[in-house]
């Protein structure tokens, strides 16, 4: 068991360009969410999958935001046109889905600093 | 809408005590509470899950407890040390399938 992995760990990035992170789950779990993290605040819900289904979508994730997990395995997450208020740590999660009862395990986190 | 709040913000004490981090949350309609490690730059650590059941859970040094009519929940932490120190966030999950963190408590353990 190797945990959840997020790859790039830091990213830098100049206003406007596109960004892309990549979220591997643990292995047999069917559930992979993405948060965001600003410094001193809890983390805030973006979107969960089931499998490779896009089940909720946050206020949050933006026109300019896109997630995919195709065939359930591994996540991305896209951040078109970045802007200076994208800085923050996008953290991916997963569970076994268990009802409402599963654990979530988190990644350590990729860091996003636009310029 | 759900709303979690953590007391205190900031916590120091000498390694050695016990101390307790508090968690309240606006709406009791929870089906557990997480309790999360947070050190700086990293990811979250899980270290208890209380089910909407249960009334506490304990892991080695760690007790959390849960009163979900008052909306409340404590970590409790004994014999604190300086590797304790770190952020811990609780975490609510509602019905919708997702986590609502608080902003945390950053505790520091001195030797």
């Known amino acids: 068991d190797t945990g959840v992995s997020q790859d790039p760990r830091h990213k830098i990035t100049k206003r406007g360009q596109n960004v892309t992170f990549r979220c591997d789950p643990i292995s047999e779990h069917n559930r992979l969410y993405w948060y965001r993290q600003t410094l001193g605040q809890g983390p805030e819900f973006l979107t969960y999958?089931?499998?490779?289904?896009?089940?909720?979508k946050s206020r949050l994730l933006s026109d300019r935001f896109s997630a995919e997990r195709p065939k359930g395995s591994f996540s991305t997450l896209e951040i078109q046109r970045t802007e200076q208020g994208d800085s923050a740590m996008y953290l991916c999660a997963s569970s076994l889905y268990r009802g409402h009862t599963g654990e979530l395990f988190f990644g350590e986190g990729s860091r996003l600093t636009v310029l | 809408k759900q709303e979690v709040t953590q007391i205190p913000a900031a916590l120091s004490v000498p390694e050695g005590e016990n101390l307790v981090l508090n968690c309240s949350f606006t709406?009791?309609?929870?089906?557990?509470l997480q309790w999360f490690r947070q050190d700086p730059g990293k990811g979250l650590t899980s270290l208890l899950l209380i089910q909407s059941s249960q009334r506490e859970q304990t892991s080695g040094r760690l007790n959390a407890s849960l009163d979900k009519s008052s909306g409340r929940s404590t970590l409790y932490i004994a014999a604190s040390q300086p590797g304790d120190s770190a952020t811990y966030l609780c975490a609510v999950r509602t019905g919708f399938q997702k986590l609502v963190f608080g902003t945390g408590t950053r505790l520091l353990v001195s030797p």
């Open positions: 999958f089931q499998n490779e289904a896009q089940l909720e």
């Open positions: 709406d009791s309609a929870i089906y557990n």
